[in-house]
């Protein structure tokens, strides 16, 4: 089946660092790729995605490029702030079917430090 | 603009008591919804989806179920709640579209 991998976390960096948190997938076909954030005691928000390969999300300083050959959906911003501090999940639905369900990984805490 | 709402959004139950979340989505129509858990820190559970009224797919065994009454009203409900059914429960929507979004979510202390 489907699945998704993240790196493990949690991530604590300074303030104006550069962010990596690296997500790899296992699926058939073409997924749709997600990135999502949840900050503390809140719902998902999605923050960004793509639907084929080569396709690069972004949204808020945010970065992700969909890579089909390297199977992955890497998370990058240039300069974090304490406000990114939030836990990130890494998810796909797969290419077609009539609910699309997703799948997550485990999720990554980032903490930003001042 | 579509919006999601859950509630209760906090909830404090004793075991063996009966429980009803209840989820509704505003501004569109025959959307696809879905209820996940995320136990603490832990990744997200599907429990439940729906493409319709009265159609439910369930994922995940358990002592929980769904219904959906209406087009935009998902519930969760269960007969006799267990420690395990301690988390956060989150609804989602998703409509033509494969991206599917969540709701504030409802935290469940079962004690």
């Known amino acids: 089946g489907d699945s998704v991998t993240q790196m493990e976390g949690p991530v604590t960096l300074s303030e104006e660092a550069f962010l990596t948190i690296n997500c790899t997938y296992t699926?058939?076909?073409?997924?749709?790729l997600f990135w999502y954030v949840q900050y503390p005691g809140e719902g998902l928000q999605l923050l960004l995605k793509?639907?084929?390969?080569?396709d690069k999300g972004s949204n808020k300083g945010f970065e992700a490029t969909y890579r089909k050959e390297t199977t992955s959906f890497h998370l990058e911003k240039g300069s974090v702030q304490v406000s990114d501090s939030a836990v990130y999940f890494c998810?796909?639905?797969?290419?077609?079917?009539?609910?699309?369900?997703?799948?997550f990984g485990s999720g990554t805490q980032l903490t930003v430090l001042p | 603009s579509q919006t999601i709402h859950q509630w209760p959004a906090t909830l404090v139950q004793p075991v063996g008591s009966p429980l009803s979340l209840e989820c509704t989505v505003e501004?569109?129509?025959?959307?696809?919804l879905y209820w996940y858990r995320q136990a603490a820190g832990r990744g997200l559970q599907l429990l439940f989806y729906?493409?319709?009224?009265?159609?439910i797919s369930s994922e995940v065994p358990q002592n929980l179920s769904a219904s959906r009454p209406q087009d935009r009203q998902f519930i969760l409900s269960s007969k006799k709640l267990l420690l395990s059914d301690s988390g956060f429960y989150l609804c989602?929507?998703?409509?033509?579209?494969?991206?599917?979004?969540f709701g504030p979510g409802t935290r469940l202390t079962v004690l």
């Open positions: 793509a639907t084929k390969a080569d």
């Open positions: 998810a796909l639905t797969p290419s077609s079917g009539s609910a699309r369900q997703l799948t």
């Open positions: 729906s493409v319709g009224i009265g159609q």
């Open positions: 501004g569109t129509s025959n959307p696809n």
């Open positions: 989602a929507w998703s409509v033509l579209s494969d991206t599917q979004y």
């Open positions: 699926a058939t076909g073409y997924p749709s």
